[in-house]
């Protein structure tokens, strides 16, 4: 029996369903019922955000629930288990292999999106986070913490977890959930799998005689399948067995089919784009970026009035130590690893504060980076500030005060940071790969360099500099970023047409 939440005749995507009604006289009418999603995922920023995939987690199914069943699936780490209020055990998973038996927990979130959740307080009741303990090492058992989530999210798909539900699709996201598609192969199940890369460099790479206890088949541990240069790769796993791969921009689906930025994979990709099976779909921003509204700031302000940057900048100045100054303001929100060309910003340091500029920077990540940042302040006292950590009012507080963001990225799948920055009138000086180049039009709302070398950086710094000095071009150019369409919807059409050519594709 179908109940009126899952009828949807507006969605051009549902399955159809069959209904005969039988009173009087006979009359029988199709009705549609949505499409169930299962959106499974290693952090949700509702409860747990390590990156962007946290946000995009949060974003994406909500963007899409008045399409589609969509619901998500995610481990029970503590954050998870305090916060999810109406949480109640509907099911036991069995153990299988060496991957253990858990509970499988239902709940809302609190704009009524259902979440599973894995309950398994061995693998995910731990301090720190989704992947690393408090010392920044991978947790030591990352692979059976994640083929936990993989079996699980292939056993709900079937019906095998919620006795009132299963998936007509499922959409996972990064390495944690790429074994889903291959324990849905190997049972023989035809359930369309989307994989979406949220970052190629993080592969959950494993030893190969982890096969057993992980219940792959030593039969899968070929280049048509599982195994990546004599390791098991959830990553590759994910790539091979699913549907259909999308990733989080046009740039970065073509730079990933290539040698430079493929990080081994490339052959692979390459012949899923040949099939016409990976797409760029780039990311949005959820409605809490507007600086109209934000409750972070100091002083809101819009694109038609933005003399409220100012109190925005001076709380900036003030929290990270630096001198008041009505000269331009850089800002730095990342996290602290090499892709991030954290290294190019140190660099650049010199050329910004000798123009009078300043800069303020918060990250976390190796500690190598986090010392030489440290030691950049104190060589710089008033002129560069830097707080160690991560800290949301923080972040909002310097989109919305900066003049300019740096983001030398070396790759970037897609990034989020440069978006908050346009719309908080905040000019992204980056370079021109990834997302950045799909998000950012050079001279227009932001600084696009051709290469990550710190001459290139510096010459789009150096103009970045001189658009400050002329208040005319600046206000045009703020005014043009904060006014950049970044939302979901386009971007949420698009996951829909992909859903759409895979489900067609599993039932020819
Ligand atoms: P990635 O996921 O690769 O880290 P993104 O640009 O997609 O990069 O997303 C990063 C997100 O994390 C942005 O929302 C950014 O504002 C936020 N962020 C990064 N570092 C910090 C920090 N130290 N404090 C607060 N927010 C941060
Ligand atoms: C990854 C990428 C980043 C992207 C985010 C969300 O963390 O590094 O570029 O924006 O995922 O898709």
């Known amino acids: 029996m179908l109940d009126s939440s899952q009828l949807d005749t507006v969605s051009g995507v549902s399955t159809l369903a069959h209904a005969e009604l039988l009173s009087g006289s006979q009359v029988s009418v199709s009705i549609k ?28 199914p909500r963007a899409l629930r008045h399409h589609y069943d969509v619901r998500i699936l995610i481990p029970g780490y503590r954050q998870v288990l305090s916060q999810i209020k109406d949480l109640e055990e509907i099911a036991r998973l069995p153990a299988s292999f060496g991957i253990p038996a858990c509970g499988l927990g239902r709940g809302t979130t609190q704009d009524g999106l259902t979440v599973y959740v894995l309950l398994c307080p061995e693998l995910y009741d731990r301090d720190g986070s989704p992947y690393v303990d408090s010392f920044g090492a991978d947790w030591s058992d990352n692979d059976i913490r994640f083929a936990r989530l993989g079996l699980a999210a292939a056993d709900i798909a079937c019906g095998n977890g919620d006795t009132l539900w299963r998936a007509d699709l499922l959409h996972l996201n ?16 035809r359930i369309p799998t989307i994989l979406t890369i949220h970052n190629l460099a993080y592969q959950g790479n494993f030893d190969r005689n982890r096969l057993p206890c992980l219940g792959i088949p030593e039969a899968a541990f070929q280049i048509n399948g599982v195994e ?54 780039i990311n949005g921003i959820d409605a809490s970026w507007d600086p109209s509204t934000d409750p972070y700031l100091v002083s809101r302000f819009s694109a038609e009035n933005f003399r409220g940057k100012r109190a925005n900048a001076n709380t900036v100045r003030k ?190």
């Open 174 to 189: 990064d390495w944690p959930s790429g074994l889903a598609s291959a324990y849905l192969a190997w049972r023989g199940q």
């Open 228 to 281: 990546f240069y004599g390791k098991l790769s959830f990553l590759k796993a994910g790539i091979y067995y699913s549907s259909h791969i999308t990733t989080v921009s046009s740039t970065y689906a073509n730079e990933i089919t290539r040698p430079e930025f493929g990080c081994g994979l490339h052959g692979l990709l390459r012949t899923r784009a040949e099939e016409g099976r990976l797409d760029g779909i």
């Open 319 to 508: 929290s990270f130590g630096l001198d008041l100054s009505s000269g331009p303001l850089f800002a730095v929100v990342s996290r602290l690893v090499h892709q991030k060309g954290v290294d190019l910003a140190i660099s650049a340091t010199e050329t910004i504060v000798s123009q009078g500029g300043q800069i303020a920077v918060i990250g976390q990540g190796e500690a190598r980076f986090e010392a030489e940042l440290r030691n950049l302040s104190s060589r710089h006292p008033g002129s560069v500030g830097v707080k160690i950590g991560y800290d949301e009012g923080d972040a909002r507080r310097m989109y919305a005060g900066s003049d300019f963001l740096l983001m030398p990225s070396r790759f970037e799948p897609c990034g989020l940071s440069q978006m908050y920055a346009q719309r908080f009138g905040s000019l992204p000086i980056a370079h021109k790969t990834g997302g950045l180049a799909d998000t950012i039009e050079d001279g227009v709302t932001g600084f696009l360099f051709g290469e990550p070398s710190l001459n290139r950086f510096k010459d789009a710094i150096r103009r970045g500099l001189e658009t400050f000095r002329s208040r005319s071009r600046l206000t045009t150019m703020r005014r043009a970023a904060m006014n950049r369409p970044h939302g979901w919807d386009r971007s949420a059409s698009r996951y829909q047409e992909v859903y759409e050519r895979a489900c067609q594709a599993a039932l020819a």
């Open 33 to 60: 019922r949505r499409q169930s999603i299962l959106f499974v995922t290693s952090e949700i920023a509702d409860y747990i955000k390590a990156g962007g995939l946290g946000e995009v987690a949060a974003a994406l």
